[in-house]
Nanobody, 126 residues
Framework: QVQVAESGGTLVQAGDSLRLSCVAS??????????IGWFRQAPGKEREFVAV????????NYADSVKGRFTIYRDNTRNTVDLQMNSLKPEDTAVYYC?????????????????WGLGTLVTVSS
């Protein structure tokens, strides 16, 4: 069993920056060998892909809506995968979820992931 937890959500103003963190732990979890994805769910909408960091500190992929504004990266000193969000917009308001998987596949799809956090709320005011 792998436990995943997010932190960092809060209320910010449009144009602000915010960093979310994802931490994972468990007997079978090897930090660098799992893909870590971020998803979000806005009020009244389905959960959607935001970003993913591939295993072994490699490739990243982003949703078009956040490209150029969000950056996903691994912080080896804190053992977290962080989502740096800049130039936030009201439409970024959502509950942000972190997910982890040791498997390959389409990491932009929810079904690719085995373990999920409970989410952290980001609210961007205009």
């Amino acid at each position: 069993q792998v436990q995943v937890a997010e932190s960092g959500g809060t209320l910010v103003q449009a144009g602000d920056s915010l960093r979310l963190s994802c931490v994972a732990s468990g007997r079978t979890f090897t930090f660098i060998r799992w893909a870590i994805g971020w998803f979000r769910q806005a009020p009244g909408k389905e959960r959607e892909f935001v970003a993913v960091l591939a295993p072994n500190g490699g490739l990243t992929n982003y949703a078009d809506s956040v490209k150029g504004r969000f950056t996903i990266y691994r912080d080896n000193t804190r053992n977290t995968v962080d989502l740096q969000m800049n130039s936030l917009k009201p439409e970024d308001t959502a509950v942000y979820y972190c997910a982890a998987t040791p498997n390959g596949g389409d990491w932009s799809r929810e079904r690719a992931y085995d373990s999920w956090g409970l989410g952290t709320l980001v609210t961007v005011s205009s």
